[in-house]
């Protein structure tokens, strides 16, 4: 009897409750009911991604007002922030989270690791470190890691993983940062990565579509030209864009680079071209995420295009972030002033709005776009991450040559002198190899210089070094942004030739670029370490000791004789 009753008062309640269609999509709910609720202005406001600091600010400083203004005023989809601290990013991202109507899309570049940016995050060996060890597993438990840090920053979206192939030697700007020159090994490495970011609930981003490997000029300071059919940007630079868009990836940054070949618009960057985003990128390989310029404020672009022609070129290419334009103000007054005149339909902005939104929506920022920042210091460069970053650094030490098989260096009869070369400002990696070396008692260490520069006398070092002794000589040369290349000041070339022409062995240890053995190929000994992060660092200490075997292999090509693949190893 009562289940007849129940029965009775069920189908009363449903014929009395109205039916709602649209509660039977909830992610539709909210993305359509945002975007009906938006004027014009407001939906352009979406693509525009600001940039800041991580740091906390002055409220009444110039530049808190500018982004509080931007928020508030202009209502923009999002900010990139640069360099800081955790705690400080985390309060900094809820701060101005509470300022914002729609939840803001907080972004950051963390190759590898939080560490690139903040100065008390997790740090990785370099994308190049983690090719030679052609171990996909490692790379996805480090997305997984960043992403848990991103989480308990507000941080939605990572600008990475870098997906160019670097097959020239002369890149000055991506080098290290790429996994290699195969585009194979690539693919496999950015794949895990993305899977590992993405199962973390984090935006990964693949970049620098079509490809910034095969260049001589950074897009900070000039535009690159590929000269390039589209046959062999299949084989190569696009197949790693083709393999992580089939695996998902949510986003693709689009760089400042010319293809003569494919656009015949001179001087138009990909990032500004509609026939490589919409015709290739977004019809071509059915891209359906969220298109993101290289920053606007990059020499590749300033150059040649004012902040309105970028405006509009953007939105009529397919963009659908615009990162930081020149002017946020004046971008979206001329994007606003162009659909209102018919040049560009509002249609083309509600399609970008939707799919900004609905990445909204997959990270929950609906429901709560705050975090906890209780949890920052349970999650930011925790021991977990610690120890999967040595493990990745332990994996990808290379051992080029070995001549006289002086390496491991643990016998007490050798006596060896350390030439530091430090071509960066930071003297940590450098000190910490120095303070390794100088506390092992396995061998002996005589002596210690540090890296001769331009104006001393290099002879004078160099006769004050006996013969016998082996010389080791760290090098830690990293890719610099607007440096413009990658290699060796001639001078301290020059010192390594004089001290192998003298008869010297010499064991050179790049901790960063490894093309650099061109340049001294008659050298006795040389290791790869592709990275000056401290867990690489330490890894070359055990290598070099005997503690850990050599168990990298080339992910690049250094000449004939040192080719991709090859690695030498010490306990066969």
């Not at 990808?396 to 400002?425: E, G, H, M, Y």
């Amino acid at each position: 009897m009562l289940n007849k009753i129940l029965t009775l008062l069920f189908s009363i309640l449903l014929l009395t409750t109205p039916i709602n269609i649209k509660s039977e999509n909830k992610n539709f709910d909210w993305v359509e009911e945002t975007l009906q609720k938006m004027t014009l202005r407001e939906k352009i406001a979406q693509m525009i991604i600001t940039s800041s600091k991580g740091v906390q600010m002055n409220e009444d400083s110039k530049e808190f007002k500018r982004i509080k203004s931007l928020i508030i005023k202009e209502k923009i989809g999002g900010i990139i922030f640069f360099k800081g601290n955790s705690k400080e990013l985390a309060s900094l991202t809820n701060q101005l989270q509470g300022y914002s109507e729609v939840p803001l899309l907080m972004s950051a570049d963390y190759e590898n690791g939080t560490g690139m940016r903040l100065v008390d995050g997790s740090l990785f060996p370099n994308n190049m470190a983690i090719g030679a060890t052609r171990r996909s597993d490692l790379v996805y438990k480090m997305g997984l890691l960043i992403a848990k840090e991103c989480k308990v920053l507000g941080i939605h979206q990572n600008y990475a993983p870098v997906v160019d192939v670097n097959n020239n030697p002369d890149n000055p700007i991506i080098n290290v940062r790429s996994y290699g020159e195969k585009p194979e090994l690539v693919s496999e490495m950015a794949v895990s990565f993305i899977k590992g970011l993405q199962d973390g609930n984090i935006i990964a981003t693949a970049k620098h579509f079509p490809g910034h490997g095969d260049t001589d000029i950074d897009s900070h300071n000039d535009l690159p030209v590929l000269n390039f059919d589209i046959k062999r940007l299949e084989q190569i630079e696009l197949l790693p864009f083709k393999n992580t868009i089939n695996a998902g990836v949510k986003s693709v940054m689009v760089g400042h680079i010319s293809l003569p070949e494919i656009d015949k618009e001179f001087n138009l960057p990909a990032s500004l071209s509609p026939v490589l985003i919409n015709s290739l990128l977004i019809n071509g390989y059915g891209f359906k995420g969220l298109v993101v310029t290289d920053a606007l404020d990059m020499a590749g672009i300033t150059k040649n295009y004012s902040t309105k022609q970028v405006a509009l070129l953007t939105v009529k290419a397919g963009v659908d972030l615009i990162l930081m334009p020149q002017n946020e103000k004046e971008t979206i007054d001329e994007i606003e002033n162009a659909v209102l005149n018919g040049i560009i339909s509002e249609d083309r902005i509600d399609s970008s709005v939707r799919k900004i939104l609905s990445v909204k929506k997959w990270l929950n920022l609906d429901e709560n776009k705050f975090i906890n920042e209780n949890e920052v210091s349970i999650y930011i460069n925790s021991s977990e991450e610690q120890e999967l970053s040595q493990a990745i650094a332990d994996a990808s030490i290379t051992l080029v040559k070995n001549d006289s098989k002086a390496i491991p260096i643990i016998r007490k009869d050798n006596i060896f002198t350390l030439i530091n070369i430090n071509n960066t400002l930071d003297r940590r990696a450098s000190d910490l190899f120095i303070e390794l070396m100088k506390n092992d008692s396995n061998f002996k260490l005589e002596s210690v210089y540090d890296y001769p520069q331009e104006n001393q006398d290099i002879n004078s070092i160099i006769e004050n070094i006996p013969i016998s002794n082996f010389c080791i000589v760290p090098i830690f040369s990293k890719v610099v942004h607007k440096s413009g290349t990658v290699s060796l000041p001639k001078h301290q070339i020059e010192f390594i030739k004089k001290l192998q022409v003298r008869g010297t062995r010499v064991l050179v240890i790049s901790f960063g670029n490894p093309y650099i053995l061109r340049d001294f190929t008659d050298i006795d000994s040389y290791i790869c370490a592709y990275s000056d992060v401290p867990t690489s660092v330490v890894a070359v200490y055990k290598a070099l000791t005997g503690q850990i075997d050599f168990n990298g292999k080339l992910p690049i090509t250094i000449n004939d004789e040192f080719k991709y693949g090859y690695g030498l190893k010490i306990h066969n």
